[in-house]
């Protein structure tokens, strides 16, 4: 079904009335047209079509947090967490000062999280915590997977306790006005001698990188052994060598810490079960669990594009004849009982691009032809509103669809994924306010469930199909 527009406008009408769309650019091509130019547009009803599809692992490798724990939800289902991570060292690295004895008191390894959003579950739930020391030749993986627990070997448990989130949590001040939270967990004072007798017999080993991963740290595995909770979200994670010295006739006490870094490998432990009921065909719903579960996938048939060129001669797609005022709008309709939020944004792109998108740090700015992101989702609108996607039905129907005897044909459906993502902005000033830019797009990486309404009216779409005459 169409619906006829006025039949020919002037280009200046014409730009006036798609000034408004959210991409700034004419729906109507990019050449400099004259007065005797006349634009035909037609309204066309496009049907989507929604459905569930299999996310087992997520793309980790830009992050330097982690989740740990367990969470367990009537209907959300069962996630787990761990994560492996190697520690930044400085060039040269030496004690400042020699420490009583030559032993090193105590070692701590610190999870540090944030004051808000730190952790979902209960802050009272226990936690037994099990770390191990990785085995030399770790390099780290910038997927998820479903399971780490090939470095849970007995014979390099480094140190295990059980601990709660609000009862042991410890303040930590990284600057004069701000400040989080953090978890210690007590491990084996040997693999601090160890390090400090390395520094004073082989100083070579903290010259670079590589030489403190194969001859001192490899990494460590950070597990929760039993307990299902809380999953609490580490932004960082830095290992505390503790010790004393004598001044004077006083012994005061100092540390030496390693942190984790952008630049040390890691890799994340993912699981959420009970996802083959999401994955049924449903006629109401489509879902995003995750991370590291199902995302949705939004498609739209080879029948349906061709319908918007049935009409047209030869013509040359993304120039004399366009696409635009495709907006999508989809309708969250979570459970009562589900607790979780839903993430602030969903980011559509092709189902194509999804491998390389998070790991080649793209935007919905980089990649404006082919991704959105959505209206950022909040308790008084529950939906993700995607403005204007004609752009992305533009670019494939220029890679796939063909004029041949009279007639257009389109080689390959139009397959979208819709993938919960964080974004990083900055402020920027334009016309006397204020404005959010993205500066950087991640896979979002905390636990979440969405329900989403995929009834035929609501993916029945429409968009205004222009022609330059």
Not at 176 to 205: C, M, N, V
Request: aromatic share 10%; hydrophobic share 35%; with cysteine.
């Amino acid at each position: 079904m169409k619906k006829y527009y006025a039949a020919a406008l002037s280009l200046g009408l014409v730009l006036s009335g798609l000034s408004s769309c959210e991409d700034g650019l004419s729906a109507i091509g990019e050449g400099i047209q004259t007065r005797s130019d006349v634009v035909e547009s037609e309204k066309y009803y496009l049907q989507f079509e929604a459905s569930t599809v299999a996310a087992p692992s997520a793309y980790t490798g830009t992050s330097t947090s982690g989740l740990l724990g367990a969470y367990s939800d009537p209907v959300y289902g069962n996630f787990s967490a761990d994560f492996v991570t190697q520690f930044r060292t400085a060039a040269g690295l030496s004690f400042a000062q020699t420490p009583v004895g030559g032993r090193i008191d105590s070692v701590e390894l610190q999870l540090l999280f944030s004051q808000t959003n730190g952790y979902i579950g209960s802050g009272s739930a226990p936690l037994a915590i099990s770390v191990y020391e990785v085995p030399q030749g770790f390099t780290g993986e910038t997927s998820s997977s479903q399971s780490l627990a090939q470095y849970a070997d007995p014979s390099r448990l480094l140190g295990e306790q059980v601990v709660s989130i609000e009862r042991d949590k410890k303040s930590y001040h990284y600057s004069q006005t701000d400040s989080a939270y953090y978890l210690p967990i007590k491990l084996s004072a040997e693999l601090g001698q160890r390090i400090y007798e390395a520094t004073r017999q082989h100083p070579e080993y903290f010259q670079t990188q590589e030489a403190f991963n194969q001859h001192i740290l490899a990494g460590m595995y950070v597990r929760n052994a039993t307990g299902s909770g809380a999953v609490l979200r580490v932004e960082g994670t830095r290992l505390m060598l503790h010790y004393s010295y004598a001044s004077g006739d006083s012994t005061l006490r100092s540390s030496v810490s390693f942190i984790n870094t952008k630049l040390t490998a890691r890799a994340d432990g993912l699981s959420s079960t009970q996802t083959e009921a999401l994955l049924q065909p449903s006629d109401t719903h489509t879902y995003a669990k995750g991370p590291a579960g199902v995302h949705t996938a939004i498609t739209l048939s080879k029948a349906q594009m061709q319908r918007l060129l049935a009409s047209q001669g030869q013509t040359t797609i993304g120039d004399n004849w366009t696409l635009a005022d495709t907006q999508l709008k989809l309708t969250i309709d979570n459970p009562s009982e589900v607790l979780l939020n839903p993430p602030a944004y969903m980011m559509l792109m092709p189902a194509d691009s999804v491998a390389t998108y998070f790991r080649d740090r793209k935007t919905e700015l980089s990649e404006a032809s082919t991704s959105y992101l959505s209206t950022p989702y909040s308790s008084t609108a529950a939906y993700y509103n995607f403005y204007n996607i004609s752009r992305v039905l533009t670019e494939h129907l220029k890679r796939h669809a063909s004029y041949s005897n009279g007639q257009w044909t389109v080689a390959k459906d139009l397959d979208l994924r819709l993938i919960p993502v964080s974004r990083r902005t900055t402020t920027a000033n334009s016309y006397g306010s204020s404005q959010a830019i993205t500066t950087a797009i991640d896979e979002y990486l905390f636990p979440y469930f969405v329900r989403l309404k995929k009834d035929p009216e609501a993916l029945r779409i429409g968009v205004v199909a222009s022609i330059l005459r």
